[in-house]
């Protein structure tokens, strides 16, 4: 029997090839198989992730694992006080003839336009460049001198910042936190996790030996299975549940969006694939509301999105176990 089409493949095919994916990447991100499992749902989900953590425990290796992983096109940009909104986005550059005389101009793509973009910490541009990315995240183009341009499909951005660095950073505003369909924290390994990094740097030892395993086909035809996930009206009207009770909360100022409500549902989605269903189920949502919701609600007292993470995290896993599960 020849094997299905990329494009036909079914939900056991789709699970089996996604743990594969997984199990690849874990083998340069040890001991961390939730962060691993959530960013791979969230590129299925076509949604892109904050990792906000510390430095040093392995949100630039989670990037370049999850980028020689997959047949694609890799960009990885350091942010910096000084980098420009052209630096990302590209340039229109003057073009002459033979003579010298000017002839017109020629859009020069910036280091946006490839399929999996690593922001290296993002908060350390300015409000200018950062807002660069807005467009780019929602709409997958760009838009230079009043011409739009296409962005490659896919398109995944995967930025990290430093919760605990403040000198010289930026918090990133409310409409660019709503973009990232995830925040996620990696947090320390355990003892034994740690000594096995110690004893072969992955760094050194497997991520120069990765070799894709998707292709861009296999990942386009993962992601049309994600949105083929059926998702019955009772889990939608728990959705709806779950992100009005963010918007009545009363330590909350601020409610979930509704391109929230759209993350959660999509990430739902995801979670069924890479489970082997075709269909949602309450676990789905409930698993994932507070890596989906938390950085889209501001804390009262709390000044801006970025500020208490933690206690927004814990209200809205206080939110996840009031609201009914629909039966």
């Known amino acids: 029997m020849e094997p299905a089409d990329s494009n036909t493949r079914t939900t056991r095919e789709s699970a089996k090839l996604c743990h594969q994916w997984i199990n690849e990447i874990e083998r340069a991100v040890q001991g961390k198989p939730e962060v691993v499992r959530k960013t ?3 590129v299925l989900a076509k949604g892109h992730v904050l990792l ?71 908060n350390r541009a300015s409000p200018k460049t950062q807002s660069a990315l807005l467009e780019a995240m929602a709409e997958r183009t760009v838009t230079v001198d009043g011409i739009s341009h296409a962005l490659p499909d896919p398109f995944f951005v995967i930025a990290t910042q430093n919760p605990l660095e ?10 660019q936190l709503d973009r990232f369909l995830m ?33 861009l086909d296999d990942l386009r035809a993962l992601q049309a299975s994600t949105e083929a996930v059926k998702v019955d009206e009772s889990l939608l009207a ?13 330590a909350l100022t601020l409610g979930a969006s509704t391109r929230g409500a759209l993350a959660l549902r999509r990430a739902g989605q995801a979670s069924a694939v890479i489970d082997g269903r075709d269909y949602c189920i309450p676990e789905d949502f409930r698993n994932l509301a507070v890596d989906v919701l938390a950085h889209r609600v501001s804390v009262r007292g709390q000044s801006g999105l970025n500020a208490g993470a933690e206690e927004s995290r814990w209200i809205v896993s206080e939110i996840v176990d009031r609201v009914a599960i629909p039966v």
């Open 166 to 175: 403040h000198h010289g950073t930026h918090p990133l505003p409310e409409s």
């Open 238 to 250: 728990y959705l709806l549940d779950l992100v009005e009770a963010t918007r009545v909360h009363e």
């Open 40 to 42: 791979l749902l969230s």
């Open 52 to 122: 906000d953590d510390v430095p040093g425990v392995g949100k630039t290796t989670l990037a370049h694992a999850l980028a020689r992983s997959v047949d694609a096109e890799f960009r990885r940009v350091q942010f910096t006080s000084d980098l420009l909104p052209g630096d990302l986005t590209g340039l229109a550059m003057p073009q002459f003839d033979v003579s010298g005389q000017p002839t017109g101009f020629r859009f020069q793509p910036g280091p946006l336009f490839g399929n999996l973009v690593l922001a290296d910490e993002v």
């Open 183 to 215: 925040r996620l924290e990696i947090g320390y390994p355990d003892r034994q996790h740690e000594a096995r990094v110690l004893a072969a740097d992955p760094t050194i030892h497997v991520l120069p030996g990765m070799r894709p395993l998707l292709s």
